[in-house]
């Protein structure tokens, strides 16, 4: 009973943290406030929550890798390839033996091969905690889609390399030849495992409409929340990686979905529950991070004292100095790597605009550590052999303090750096997004034509008259959209005026018509199963009104 009562508390305490950050006075990533509850909870409450590391990981790293795998834009990952990759996979790697060797150097008395593994669980970086922290400014979408792109893959990479470096402390034996083989062995039998499962899933789901019509979208919605599971532990099953298979997994789903098609309740009902699932295990791993901080800060000092002594503000100090590396491995990083694109464009002939201070400043703050990190330190053996793993406390607390550090950095830096920056290139979205609408609408209308000549066959004056009708109804609002997608001229500007000026419009009426089944509910002249049918209705339309463009 108690195990449920700790979960429900957690769980409450996630659902009441986004409304916390909205009402605070000064405006706090969500993920700072989560680690504040959780250290309240463990400090005058003194909650204590046990866990086993490897169900640690199994439980939160798979869906949160899958569900970036699948929203993570398929196009600009193909197209951002290049720094992408350097970010996710150069500069893990650059940062794992830097800041390994710093560690080792910086406090002696921990091994080479943990120095490593706390790098490694160092590397991955959280777009999701960037995308909260940038305040009002909104950072260009070309470089999200780099970080999200880097945030992606260098979580798999910078996990695989974690088991690694462990796999060296335990054992201590490491062969770089031999580990490169069998990283490459790893990497590839997890994205086949993934790459299968996403498959699977995709033709039985297709089967099974086929049979029996569109599949209970609950039903589709369930198998969703075990396919990253499925993957994970299949892989893990023929020790290959899991984390690799649970990316793989999820970007398949998401271009089958795309190619085959999907159905749109389940595909509503998909977007919701992946949602909520993202923003309650990302939660909860830092809930947990603030329950454990009391026990983690008193394992350091423990550390601390074994590996020599000294005050409790060496562990301050080592937090600030291994996030000051982290920038600084960064910036060298991607102003090497800018570097060298500009001398192959050169070489080529292309025009390639030099990328500012400002900007390579942006992209180093912007490698804030997040959820993943957390997972994965928290995953480390707490034993070795017949004894505790070494430092594994002190290892806990630097990753918890280095994500804190970057949370605040970035918290103060990127809004200032962000405000007005504009990136070569930029990704033409209000563009393309008129473009995909006047071409719908053009669709639309034909499709239109088409149904209306059909009634006209059939013959029936008095079905052709209605279709006459209610068509030159239809096209009139399908009109309306094909002059606002226009680019530019004054029929498009006072198409898309009147465009806003209805949408307006027709919002107040829908909630006008909300209030009035709620009143008519309340009044008891409809039961609540007319009321659900009726808000659904409602609601389905002030989503979809909510969501176009209305520039």
């Known amino acids: 009973m108690s195990l449920v009562i700790t979960i429900l508390v957690l769980l409450l305490v996630v659902a009441i943290s986004g409304a916390v950050t909205r009402v605070l006075p000064v405006k706090l990533p969500t993920p700072l406030v989560q680690i504040g509850l959780g250290a309240l909870l463990a400090r005058p409450f003194g909650m204590h929550v046990e866990f086993d590391p490897d169900l640690f990981l199994m439980l939160f790293i798979p869906p949160l890798l899958f569900a970036d795998g699948w929203r993570i834009p398929k196009r600009e990952l193909f197209l951002l390839r290049g720094p992408i990759l350097a970010l996710a996979v150069g500069l893990v790697f650059f940062t794992i033996v830097g800041i390994g060797y710093f560690v080792h150097w910086m406090i002696p008395t921990v091994p080479l091969a943990v120095g490593f593994a706390l790098a490694a669980v160092l590397s991955p970086t959280d777009a999701v905690a960037v995308s909260s922290i940038t305040g009002g400014s909104k950072m260009p979408s070309r470089l999200m889609h780099i970080l999200s792109g880097e945030a992606l893959f260098n979580d798999a990479s910078g996990l695989v390399a974690l088991q690694f470096a462990v796999v060296a402390e335990l054992t201590g034996r490491f062969s770089l030849k031999s580990a490169t083989l069998d990283f490459l062995l790893m990497a590839g039998g997890g994205i086949a ?70 159905y749109s309740a389940t595909r509503m009902q998909t977007g919701a529950v992946w949602a909520m699932v993202e923003f309650t295990f990302n939660g909860l791993i830092f809930i947990l991070l603030g329950l454990q901080l009391p026990g983690i800060i008193a394992g350091a000092k423990v550390d601390l004292a074994q590996a020599g002594g000294g005050h409790l503000w060496y562990l301050a100090a080592y937090v600030v100095a291994i996030t000051l590396a982290l920038v600084i491995l960064r910036f060298i990083w991607v102003w090497v790597s800018l570097r060298f694109a500009l001398m192959r464009a050169l ?14 400043w942006t992209t180093s703050l912007a490698g804030v550590r997040g959820a993943i990190t957390m997972a994965g330190v928290l995953s480390i053996p707490i034993m070795k052999g017949d004894g505790p793993f070494p430092v594994r406390d002190l290892m806990i607390f630097l990753a918890s303090g280095v994500i804190l550090c970057t949370l605040i950095f970035g918290a103060v830096g990127l809004p200032l750096l962000v405000k007005g920056l504009r990136l070569p290139g930029e990704d033409p979205r209000v563009r393309e997004e008129r473009k995909a609408r006047a071409l719908v609408a053009e669709a639309a209308l034909k499709a239109i034509g088409e149904e209306q000549k059909r009634v006209d066959d059939g013959g029936d004056e008095n079905a052709i008259a209605l279709a006459s009708h209610v068509a030159a109804r239809v096209v009139s609002d399908y009109q309306q959209r094909l002059e606002a997608a226009g680019d530019e001229g004054d029929v498009p500007e006072k198409a898309r005026a009147e465009a806003g000026t209805e949408r307006v419009m027709r919002l107040a009426a829908l909630r006008a018509e909300r209030q009035e089944l709620y009143a008519l509910r309340r009044r008891h002249e409809i039961n609540d199963e007319t009321l659900r049918t009726l808000l659904r209705e409602v609601d389905l339309a002030e989503a979809a009104l909510s969501g176009l463009h209305a520039g």
């Open 193 to 262: 495992a993934g790459w299968l499962v996403g498959q699977a899933f995709g033709i039985v789901r297709r089967r099974l409409v086929r049979w029996s019509g569109e599949m209970d979208p609950p039903s589709q919605v369930v198998l969703l929340l075990l396919l990253p599971f499925a993957a994970y532990l299949l892989a893990e099953h023929f020790d290959v990686s899991g984390i690799l298979a649970a990316v793989t997994a999820g970007m398949t789903l998401n271009y089958t979905d795309i190619r085959k098609g999907t």
């Open 347 to 360: 070489r080529r002939g292309e025009q390639r605009p030099k990328a500012g201070t400002r900007l390579i």
